[in-house]
T-cell receptor, first 109, second 113 residues
Framework: GIQVEQSPPDLILQEGANSTLRCNFS?????LQWFHQNPWGQLINLFY???GTKQNGRLSATTVATERYSLLYISSSQTTDSGVYFC???????????FGKGTKLSVKP | GAGVSQSPRYKVTKRGQDVALRCDPI?????LYWYRQALGQGPEFLTY????????KSGLPNDRFSAERPEGSISTLTIQRTEQRDSAMYRC???????????FGEGSRLTVL
């Protein structure tokens, strides 16, 4: 079936620490995206990353489509990084974007 | 516009009333999606359009929910005879190309009393 699974479900970090969030997806999912839902509820685009590696400041992402996973790296975390990180991919021929359950990140000062 | 615009941002209604939620996508975006998000959960797919054609409505919970995008731009999600369980954040998103990067609006928070 069409699946997008994220790990870990929860993560607590001290400010300044680095972290890696993982997203596994099934065969029929493609065109991965990463979003950050901040504590105010806004869904913010981080990366559109069907394959390869992209970097934006302290954040970077890698998708290895042949092995069906994507990783989001957060370096030197800040309290403003807190929130829920979602990965999502388009589900085969249906074309709808399927979300994982998210990783809830809390960065402590 | 600069981003996806949704209105109203907040809607409080009484059980049994009909509500209409509006989405104005980014100009020129072909695809438009509707999602629902309950507190503490991820977005749940409802329906999507390519241009004016509704491609998939398999996520609509029941026949009280409907959506349209008559001219391939603005879309309306209508919920008839609202129930308390319909209370949630309703999110709209658009993308320039089919299966392209999706951009979300601020959402419409619906509360049914």
């Amino acid at each position: 079936g069409i699946q997008v699974e994220q790990s870990p479900p929860d993560l607590i970090l001290q400010e300044g620490a680095n972290s890696t969030l993982r997203c596994n997806f099934s065969d029929s999912v493609n065109n991965l995206q990463w979003f950050h839902q901040n504590p105010w509820g806004q869904l913010i685009n981080l990366f559109y990353i069907p394959s390869g590696t992209k970097q934006n400041g302290r954040l970077s992402a890698t998708t290895v489509a042949t092995e069906r996973y994507s990783l989001l790296y957060i370096s030197s975390s800040q309290t403003t990084d807190s929130g829920v990180y979602f990965c999502a991919g388009y589900g085969g021929s249906q074309g709808n974007l399927i979300f994982g359950k998210g990783t809830k990140l809390s960065v402590k000062p | 516009g600069a981003g996806v615009s949704q209105s109203p941002r907040y809607k409080v209604t009484k059980r049994g009333q009909d509500v209409a939620l509006r989405c104005d996508p980014i100009s020129g975006h072909v695809s438009l999606y509707w999602y629902r998000q309950a507190l503490g959960q991820g977005p749940e797919f409802l329906t999507y359009f390519n241009y004016e054609a509704q491609q998939d409505k398999s996520g609509l919970p029941n026949d009280r929910f409907s959506a349209e995008r008559p001219e391939g731009s603005i879309s309306t999600l209508t919920i008839q005879r609202t129930e308390q369980r319909d209370s949630a954040m309703y999110r709209c998103a658009s993308s320039l190309a089919i299966t392209g990067e999706l951009f979300f609006g601020e959402g419409s928070r619906l509360t049914v009393l």
